[in-house]
């Protein structure tokens, strides 16, 4: 299958400040990538889509200014995490979306561990 | 996208098949049922995904019901690397809808 990676893994930052996740699809392109957030023992929640060259679109209740997607290439996606605080610890994890209409697929990464302390 | 409902957890001997069920009743005609699991601590991996005809592929198969509203994933040889959660996805539709994760079954292999 597809191969997504996520850079860092983990990452443990102080209060307040802001950290950057990367999201790349190694072996196709992907004009369209999603970010997910997942709490300790819940499912994964989505929490916007990032389309190349344009504008995400976020879930509701999601601050855009607070999580800033950009997704400048058809291989990569960053997320920051902008003025981290303790409740925004969690598992996040992307996917990046293969092929078109109904039957496309999405490929997830490995996740990134953040920690704010 | 319709609902599904899965067990919450079921356990399988290694080397037996696993037989994960999912009822999603409210389907509609054109969207697709997929199935990801995540092993703890990482990422979903995709498995399989089909619409109304039976789907094998390297990792399971995937067999639907006539009327569409159950499915269920095979797994033929379990392994204890197979121990995650299973998520039942019902996708589809107009455009391109996303993946709405439910809680899963949690598949437990024991040697």
């Known amino acids: 299958g597809a191969v997504v990676s996520q850079h860092p893994s983990r990452v443990i930052c102080k209060s307040g400040t802001s950290v950057k996740i990367e999201c790349r699809s190694l072996d196709f392109q992907a004009t369209t990538m999603f970010w997910y957030r997942q709490f300790p023992k819940q499912s994964l929640m989505l929490m916007a889509t990032s389309n190349e060259g344009s504008k995400a679109t976020y879930e509701q209740g999601v601050e855009k200014d607070k999580f800033l997607i950009n997704h400048a290439s058809l291989t990569l996606s960053t997320l920051t995490v902008t003025s981290a605080h303790p409740e925004d610890s969690s598992f996040y994890i992307c996917s990046a979306r293969i092929g078109s209409g109904n039957t496309d697929t999405q490929y997830f990464g490995p996740g990134t561990r953040l920690t704010v302390l | ?111």
């Open chain 2, 1 to 111: 996208d319709a609902k599904t409902t899965q067990p919450p957890s079921m356990d399988c001997a290694e080397g037996r098949a696993a037989n994960l069920p999912c009822n999603h009743s409210t389907i509609s005609g054109n969207e697709y049922v997929y199935w990801y699991r995540q092993i703890h601590s990482q990422g979903p991996q995709y498995i399989i995904h089909g619409l109304k005809n039976n789907e094998t592929n390297e990792m399971a198969s995937l067999i639907i019901t006539e009327d569409r509203k159950s499915s269920t994933l095979i797994l033929p040889h379990a392994t204890l690397r197979d121990t995650a959660v299973y998520y039942c996805i019902v996708r589809g539709g107009s455009g391109y809808s996303t993946l709405t994760f439910g809680k899963g079954t949690m598949l437990l292999v024991s040697p």
